[in-house]
């Protein structure tokens, strides 16, 4: 059974840019959640959707965004990035009914901002 | 005071050696308390997950919950040069079960 994807892998991009990262969940799996890991603030939550509706939000600002489609698929945005945006950002999908907490993570998106 | 508290280490131990690994909470209202493992440009995996306080063991990990003290521990038998990653306490906080709320990690690494 194939893992959490996102793609893409690694990406530089400049300040004022915006960024879409995408994630394709395992089959089955309708809950994804997103998550950015920086050195210094650790694994942060940033929103989980659940049958393309968001479920629940993080505490970070409007400019992330995101949204899940029909087939479970999952897009974030990040709108006019800030140096401080560059990070791992780890998509993360869980299995409806399946152990609570139990998260299946892809490998990630590296964002670098210039 | 964040809500879990995790030293980041690093921790360097000999191969075979018994390894700790520690987490504080503040909120009396979580339950449930897993160990995620993430080996270096890998995302986490949950390695162990426990359910109110007590123990759990598998294999030659150990993960104990002290619910009155707001302490977890992962204890690590005989330990091994591929159990050299970071591992990361996490609780399920507020709303939804995505939603995580994850100690900064602990580096180990297991020098043969």
């Known amino acids: 059974k194939a893992g959490v994807t996102q793609t893409p892998r690694y990406l530089i991009k400049t300040r004022g840019q915006q960024v879409t990262l995408s994630c394709s969940p395992i089959?089955?799996?309708?809950?994804v959640s997103w998550y950015q890991q920086t050195p210094g603030q650790g694994l942060q939550f940033l929103f989980e959707?659940?049958?393309?509706?968001?479920?629940n939000k993080g505490n970070f600002p409007g400019r992330f965004s995101g949204r899940q489609f029909s087939n479970s698929r999952s897009e974030m945005n990040v709108s006019t990035l800030e140096l401080g945006d560059s990070a791992l950002y780890l998509c993360?999908?869980?299995?409806?009914?399946?152990?609570?907490?139990?998260?299946?993570f892809g490998e990630g998106s590296r964002l670098t901002v210039l | 005071q964040k809500e879990v508290e995790q030293d980041p280490g690093p921790l360097s131990v000999p191969e075979g050696a018994i390894v700790s690994l520690n987490c504080t909470y503040s909120?009396?209202?979580?339950?449930?308390f897993m160990w995620y493992r993430q080996y270096s440009r890998k995302g986490p995996e949950l390695l162990m997950y426990?359910?109110?306080?007590g123990n759990k063991e598998d294999g030659r990990f150990t993960a104990q919950v002290d619910k009155s003290s707001k302490y977890i521990s992962l204890f690590i038998r005989d330990s091994q040069p591929s159990d050299s990653a970071t591992y990361l306490c996490?609780?399920?906080?507020?709303?939804?079960?995505?939603?995580?709320?994850f100690g900064k990690g602990t580096k180990l690494s297991v020098k043969p």
């Open positions: 959707y659940f049958s393309e509706t968001q479920r």
């Open positions: 426990t359910y109110s306080s």
């Open positions: 089959s089955g799996h309708r809950s």
């Open positions: 909120n009396s209202a979580f339950q449930y």
């Open positions: 996490a609780m399920i906080g507020g709303g939804s079960q995505g939603n995580l709320i």
């Open positions: 993360a999908s869980s299995l409806s009914g399946g152990l609570p907490g139990e998260l299946f």
